[in-house]
């Protein structure tokens, strides 16, 4: 009995994959999960919405260097419905990252909340 129970116990913790989601980032009210960053990174690459990814600067992610800037969809959106979007922020290959909120008043830099080395930008993205 107790070998079945162990069998069963192996197989579900190999089977099954719980994800859990982490938020990174605060935007005022808005989480940003690090499931968000993953989509909006792989999305600027694989899927992007035309015109982007954007460049801009801000002073606050790799000393005013030019970043690239990506929607984040919270909810499925597929085009920018407000004029404070938040945006994935990235130097080159994103060893220097951010999420931003992007409006009429420029760039300013969401707060961030986790600083675990898992929840860095390749990690979150890559695995």
């Not at 600067?57 to 004029?83: A, D, M, W």
Request: one cysteine or more; a neutral charge; proline letters at 5%.
């Amino acid at each position: 009995m107790k070998i079945q129970k162990l069998s069963w116990l192996l197989t579900f913790l190999t089977a099954s994959r719980i994800k859990c989601s982490y938020v990174v980032f605060r935007c005022g009210e808005t989480e940003i999960l690090d499931s968000h960053v993953r989509i909006a990174y792989f999305d600027s690459i694989h899927r992007p919405i035309a015109g982007y990814p954007i460049t801009g600067r801000t002073p606050h992610i790799g000393n005013n260097v030019v970043l690239k800037l990506y929607p984040i969809f919270l909810h499925g959106e597929t085009s920018i419905t407000s004029p404070h979007q938040c945006h994935l922020a990235w130097v080159g290959g994103g060893f220097e990252w951010a999420v931003v909120i992007k409006s009429d008043l420029g760039i300013q830099l969401c707060d961030r909340v986790e600083h675990s080395p898992f929840l860095e930008l390749q990690t979150i993205v890559y695995g």
